[in-house]
């Protein structure tokens, strides 16, 4: 692997981990720090140098996702939703669309946003409403989008929709006249990430922004942004673990009490090394997971959600344990653990809740005793992407 991209990443974080406090009590990832995260590169580590990219392995894109998501979990989520809907458009894309859309997403030119959830279709993005009706030489889109990170600020957004009953997906630059932001403010986690909800009033595009034919969109399109955001997901996840357990193994090494170390208790060193043995688990599933990539195998796409389950579960645990031992510290305004503990609760849910992750490693294992479960909630994009 090479060491550049890791490295970048490593040192840009260092400077903005004390900051990403603020970012997050403003509720706001100031557009600076975007510019600067785009500068380096970072946005196109696993987008080929044909597009603008840095050809990146996928375990280079996790490590560098790792040591972002150490730093500031909206940042990146910001690398997430970029590389998500690169993704789609590398694998689905026609060449026009490629050649027009994915390098200013590599370049941090152009910032985009992926919007599949609605009020009734979040984990069962089946059920949809959005529409993408047909009319000349455009498409016409009409829906309500929920909690879209960098929805409030995206140039453009990748949407799930439907057009005549067949799921589709299409992109609608930020300009267009009837996309309205709703701003989301005050979440639990993910502060700084710009989350909106975006309302579609008829707002007409050029049909050539239509990716894949219809009859694709959920089973192709989405599955392909889906699992590329699981696994820098999983990969920030462990970068969030890690960040506290040091946090918290270093307070418990400084701070006394009654003249005695918090190090010297045994329930404290028995709390970090759970957490040191769930934060490894963690990263060599992600590891796993990123050779798998790497080799194309077939297997790639469930081992990325056993990545991603395990490593939120890691952060969570991981941010619990560090608030508990900072104490009063822990739950300070400026804590880098209570802002994790937040976020990692955050990462439990996206790209796939822990519960339809748990159904859907179980329904693999269960088939190899020949039991075959009905239609699992959830799964129908990882089970076309194999």
Not at 117 to 140: Q, S
Not at 186 to 195: D, N, P, T, V
Not at 222 to 227: E, F, I, K, N
């Amino acid at each position: 692997m090479t060491a550049t991209a890791v490295e970048t990443a490593a040192s840009l974080t260092r400077t903005m981990r004390d900051r990403a406090a603020d970012w997050d009590a403003r509720g706001s990832l100031p557009s600076g720090v975007r510019a600067e995260l785009a500068a380096t590169g970072l946005l196109g580590v696993d987008i080929p140098a044909s597009h603008g990219g840095l050809g990146g392995t996928p375990e280079e894109l996790g490590e560098v996702a790792a040591r972002i998501g150490g730093a500031c979990s909206a940042l990146r989520g910001l690398l997430t939703v970029q590389g998500m809907v690169a993704a789609a458009l590398l694998r689905w894309g026609t060449r026009p669309q490629r050649d027009r859309w994915v390098p200013p997403l590599a370049s941090g030119e152009r910032f985009a946003a992926f919007a599949a959830t609605e009020e009734e279709a979040g984990t069962e993005l089946g059920r949809v409403r959005t529409t993408v009706d047909e009319d000349g030489d455009d498409v016409v889109v009409t829906g309500h989008k929920r909690w879209v990170t960098f929805g409030q600020t995206a140039d453009d957004v990748l949407v799930l929709g439907t057009a005549r009953g067949r799921p589709t997906a299409v992109l609608v630059e930020g300009h267009r006249p009837g996309l309205t932001r709703e701003p989301v403010t005050g979440q639990l986690g993910m502060r700084a990430a710009h989350i909106a909800h975006l309302r579609l009033d008829g707002v007409r595009v050029p049909r050539d922004n239509v990716v894949a034919r219809p009859g694709l969109g959920l089973s192709h399109v989405a599955a392909t942004a889906l699992d590329h955001g699981r696994f820098t997901v999983a990969w920030g996840c462990v970068g969030m673990a890690e960040t506290c357990l040091e946090t918290a193994a270093a307070h418990a090494v400084a701070r006394r009490q009654g003249g005695v170390r918090l190090a010297e208790h045994e329930l404290i060193r028995a709390q970090l090394g759970r957490c040191a043995v769930e934060i490894e688990a963690a990263r060599q599933l992600c590891l796993r997971a990123a050779r798998l990539r790497a080799e194309r195998s077939p297997e790639a796409v469930a081992a990325t959600i056993v990545a991603k389950y395990a490593a939120a579960r890691a952060a969570g645990s991981a941010g619990q344990g560090a608030v508990s031992t900072l104490g009063s510290a822990g739950c300070a305004p400026d804590s880098i653990a209570g802002r994790f503990f937040r976020d990692a609760k955050v990462m439990e849910i996206i790209e796939g809740s822990a519960n339809v992750a748990e159904l859907h490693i179980a329904d693999r294992l269960l088939r190899r005793y020949g039991f075959r479960p009905g239609s699992t909630p959830g799964t129908q994009e990882e089970e076309n992407t194999r």
